[in-house]
C-alpha cells in the first residue's frame, strides 16, 4: 500500500526527464565553446508546487574554488553531456562564497538532506532528484530515495546494471525507480534568518497523517529541525505534535518557545495530556506556565494536578459534553453540532442539575433515536455509573470492561460531575502495566 | 547560601549531560586496547610512556570537537559527511568504518576467546554464546539497562591502578620517561606507537561519541558541561592505561616476559590479585570485550544507515530497516568467526586491529576538521586557529608514522 506513490517510471520511455546526478559536474562551455567551469547547482524559483529552475550555479578551479551565477535565459542548452551558455566566458562573474546566499538550491538544500515524506510518513534521505525538462527550463519531478539513486550517485550505475542484466535481465530493479512526488515532500532548509522552515507541503497534507504518526516523524528529526519545523506549523498541527512526543522533546520545545506561544498552545491541548506534561515539569516551571495560561483553564488544569496521577482524578479530563436537566434533545443536538471541543469526547453525553450534580448519561445514538421534543434526561441510560476522584486505575478499568463503557464519569464526594475518563487513558496506562506481555505480542504479529 | 545553590545547579546539570565522553572513554579501554596497552609496557618498557601526553591532548582536542559538532548542528557526523560531501564521498567514509570496526569487533572477540582460554572454557562454546549475546541484547532493546552492569564492572581497570602501586615502581623514572620523547626507527616501535595511538583515539569512537551527544540532546548553553565529561573521560582513559603501562613494564618488561598470549598479560596483576591474578584479568578483559561488542556493530550500523539513508533503529523490525540489521548481524558473526578459525593468533590480531584503527584515523580527522571549520554549520563556534594547528599537527604525524612504517617494512 505504501509503494503507491512511487510510480514506477520506465527509464527508457522517460527521454523528458533526467536526473540531477546525472547533469552534476559536467563540463559549461560559453558561447564561444570556451570551457567556463562544470554544473555544480540549481537555483530553484520558489513559491511552485512543482518548483522551476531560474539560474544555474557553475564552479571552477580546484582547490580555490570560485562559483558564478547564470540566469536561466542566459543558457542555450543543459544535458548529460555538457551546458552551453549564450554569454561570454568574460561576462561571468566569479566570487569564492556562495554559502551566504539565501536562495534555494537542489544541491545545498535537497541532495544528500533529510526531507519530509508526508505520503509515506517517514523522514527520508534523497538520494537523486528527478527532473523533467518544461519549456526550456528544468522542474522537481521526484527526489529518489531508492539504492539504485545511491549507485547512480556512486558512479556504479553502469556495472552494477550489467551485472545485474546478466544474472537476471528481468530483474525488478532494472525498471523500477523509489521515486516520491516532489508535492508530498517536505524540505527541511532551515531559514538562517527567521529560524523557521517554508512549509512547502500545504499545511493540509501534515493535518492527514495520522497523530501518532506525525509525533513518529517530529521524534526522527534532530533537535533544530524539530524546533523550527515546530515553529512553523499551525496551531492544529503543533497541538498534534505536542501531544504525542516524549516528555524530553516536549521540554525542550518549550525551552525554545516565547510565552505567548506557550500559552497559546497550552489553551488548545485537552486537560488531560496538559496535565500529563505540566506533572512532570519541576515545581517552578509549571507555577511558570500556569501563569501563562488563560485564567479558567489554568484553575482547572492546576485542580487536576492536585490529584495522584494513577488515580481517576489524575487520569480524567475536564472535557466533556454536559447539558442541565429539561434541555430538550433537539437543544442539545444544536449545541454539540455548533459546539467545538477539544478532544474528541468519547460520544457520551452528561445530565447535570443546576449545580452541576450528575443526574444522568446518554449517547449520541440515544439522543439521535429520541424525540427532538422530549426533555434530555428521557434517553439516559436507565442507570449511570461513575467513578470517584480517588478510584483506582484498576476499579475504573474494571467498570469501564464491565458495562463497556467508552468513557465514564468521575464525580466528587458531593455527586458534583469533575470530568471523564476515556478509554485511551486507560489503555495506556493499561500498556504500561501489561508492557512486557505486549512487546512479546508485538513481535510474535510482526514475525 | 546563593553561590553555594549555585554550585549545586550546576553539579545538577553536568550530571545529566554527562555520560558520552566518559561512556566512550571505558568503551575505547576495550580488548585491544587493554592489550595494546600491555604489550607496549611489557616489550618496551617505559619507552612509549612519553606518548600519553600528547595522545591525552590529541585526544581531548579531538573529542571536543565531536561534541561541539554535535551540540552546535544537533546531527551525527555520517550525516555531515554526507550532508556536506555527498553520497560518493559519504559511502567511501562508511567503507572506512566498517573495515576498521570489523577488525576492532573481531579484537574484541579475540578478547573473549583470550578470557576463555584463562577460565578453561573452549573458545568454540565461549565466543559463539557471546555472540549470541550481544547481539540479542540490542535487538530486544535491553541494551540500556545492562549498559550500567557494563560500566560498573569497569571498575576493573581500578585494578591496574593498585597494582602500579603494588609494584613499587621508580616513579622518577616513570616521570622523566614520560616527559622526555625517544623515538626508535624500528618496524616493531612504530607498530606499537601507531597501535598506542589508534587504540586511544579509534575513528569509531568520533561516530559513536558525536552520535550519543547528539541523543541526549545537549544545549548549547551547557555545552561547557558536555566539554567537560569529554575532558574527564580521555583523562580516565589515559590515566587506566599508563597504569597498564607501568604495571606491564615493572613485572614484565623488567622479568623480560614478552605477552604471547593472554596468560602473560594477567600475569601484570600478579602484585595485587596473586595466584588469582588470572581470574581477576579474565574478568575484566571478558567485561570490556562484551561492553565493546555491543556498541562497535551498533554505532556502525547506526553511522552506516544514517549516512546511506537506510531506516535505522532498533525499534523498528527486520523488514522495516533490513539494512540495519543485516549490517549488525554481518560485523557480529564476522568478528566471531574469525576467531574460530583453529590456531589463530589472539595477540597479534588484537595489536593488528589497533594499528589499524591509527592508520585509518586521519581520514576521519580530515572530514572532521573540514565540518568543523565549516561557517555555514558552526557559526561563531568554528575551530579557533589554535585548535587548527593542533589538529594539523595530529593528522601531518598519523601520517607521517603510517608512512615511515611502509617505509621500515620496505626496508627490511
Known sequence: MLNQSMSNVNISAAKMFVFFSQLMDKPVFDKNGLRAG?????????????????????????????????????????DKESAILRIEFASLAFSELRDEKKEFTLRRDILDQQVVDTYNHKVIRVNDIHLLSVDQALMIAHVDIGSRGLIRRLGFENSIDFIVRLLNPKAKYLHNERLVSWKYIQPLTINPVSMTIKIDVPQKNLANIPAADLGDIFLDLNIHHQIALFKSLNLANKTKIFTNIDFKTQRSLLEELNDSDIAELLNNIPSDEATDFLEKLPSEQTKRVLNLIENK??????????????????????????????????????????????????????IISSTHELIG??????????????????????????????????????????????????????????????????????????????????????? | MKKLKGFWVKILIFLSVMGPGIITANVDNDAGGITTYSVAGAHFGYALIWSFIPIIIALVIIQEMCSRMAVVTGKGLADLIREEFGAKVAFYAMVILIFS????????????????????????ILVPACALFVWWLIVKGTYKSVEKVFLVACLFYVSYIVSGFLSKPDWKTVAQSSISPSFQFDKAYILMLIGVIGTTIAPWMQFYQQSSVVEKGIKIENYKYSRLDVVIGSFIVNIIAIFIVIVCA????????????????????????????????????????????????????????????????????????????????????????????????????????????????????????????????????????????????????????SLILCVTAFVK
Open chain 1, 361 to 447: 448519561a446518554t449517547n449520541f445514538r440515544r439522543l439521535i433515536l429520541a424525540n427532538p421534543l422530549d426533555p434530555i434526561e428521557n434517553c439516559a441510560f436507565p442507570k449511570t455509573y461513575f467513578v470517584h476522584l480517588d478510584s483506582s486505575v484498576k476499579e475504573v478499568a474494571y467498570l469501564m470492561e464491565k458495562y463497556k463503557y467508552f468513557a465514564i464519569p468521575v464525580v466528587d464526594e458531593n455527586n458534583i460531575l469533575q470530568g471523564i475518563i476515556t478509554v485511551d487513558d486507560i489503555l495506556s496506562q493499561l500498556i504500561a502495566f501489561a508492557w512486557r506481555r505486549l512487546k512479546r505480542i508485538k513481535i510474535i504479529q510482526k514475525t
Open chain 2, 101 to 124: 570496526n570489523i577488525f576492532n569487533t573481531i579484537s574484541e572477540f579475540a578478547g573473549i576467546a583470550a578470557s576463555a582460554e584463562l577460565f578453561g572454557i573452549s573458545k568454540y
Open chain 1, 38 to 78: 562544470e554544473v555544480y547547482d540549481l537555483v530553484l524559483k520558489p513559491s511552485e508546487v512543482y518548483p522551476l529552475s531560474c539560474a544555474l550555479v557553475i564552479r571552477k578551479g580546484f582547490p580555490n574554488r570560485k562559483y558564478a551565477i547564470i540566469q536561466w535565459q542566459e543558457i542555450q542548452k543543459i
Open chain 2, 250 to 401: 615493572n613485572t614484565l618488561f623488567t622479568h623480560g616476559i614478552r605477552i604471547e598470549s593472554a596468560q602473560d598479560a594477567a600475569l601484570a596483576l600478579r602484585p595485587l590479585a596473586g595466584k588469582y591474578c588470572f581470574y581477576l584479568f579474565a574478568f575484566g578483559l571478558l567485561n570490556a570485550s562484551i561492553f565493546s561488542a555491543c556498541i562497535l556493530p551498533l554505532s556502525t550500523a547506526y553511522s552506516v544507515c544514517e549516512g546511506m539513508g537506510w531506516e535505522v533503529g532498533v525499534n523498528r523490525t527486520f523488514k522495516e530497516a533490513p539494512q540495519f540489521y543485516s549490517l549488525y548481524t554481518a560485523i557480529i558473526v564476522i568478528g566471531a568467526a574469525v576467531i574460530l578459525i583453529p590456531n589463530v593468533k589472539l595477540i597479534p590480531i588484537m595489536l593488528l586491529s589497533q594499528a589499524t584503527n591509527g592508520i585509518l584515523l586521519p581520514f576521519v580527522l580530515i572530514f572532521m576538521l573540514l565540518l568543523v571549520n565549516n561557517k555555514r554549520l558552526m557559526g561563531k563556534y568554528v575551530n579557533s586557529r589554535f585548535y587548527n594547528i593542533c589538529a594539523v599537527l595530529i593528522i601531518a604525524s598519523m601520517i607521517l608514522l
Open chain 1, 297 to 350: 483553564y489554568s484553575k482547572r488544569l492546576s485542580q487536576l494536578l492536585g490529584y495522584s496521577g494513577d488515580s481517576a482524578g489524575g487520569l480524567m479530563t475536564t472535557e466533556y459534553i454536559a447539558f442541565p436537566k429539561g434541555t430538550t434533545v433537539e437543544a442539545a443536538l444544536n449545541q454539540i453540532r455548533e459546539r467545538k471541543f477539544k478532544s474528541e469526547p468519547a460520544q457520551f453525553v452528561y
